[in-house]
């Protein structure tokens, strides 16, 4: 399993985390995710085998979230 961080602009409110870890939790390969409110973070634990860390970011940037840097 592969361990990444995005770091977003600024998230809005609990919906949003809501829609984001919705999202994820559908997402084949994804095996955990969380969403850092506070910080604007999204943590996702993925198996790169069956989708890339560009995958997840291109994902969350179509719900309408900027993600600023991935690590």
């Known amino acids: 399993m592969t361990k990444k961080t ?5 998230i809005a409110c609990p919906s949003c985390v809501a ?9 084949t390969g994804v095996d955990k995710s969380e969403v850092l409110f506070n910080s604007a973070r999204v943590k996702v634990e993925f198996d790169e085998n069956t989708i ?7 994902r969350i ?3 309408g979230y900027k993600v600023l840097s991935v690590k």
């Open 61 to 63: 940037e179509k719900l």
């Open 19 to 27: 829609k984001i870890e919705g999202m994820l939790k559908k997402t």
């Open 52 to 58: 890339t860390t560009e995958d997840i970011q291109n």
């Open 6 to 10: 995005y770091q977003m602009e600024t």
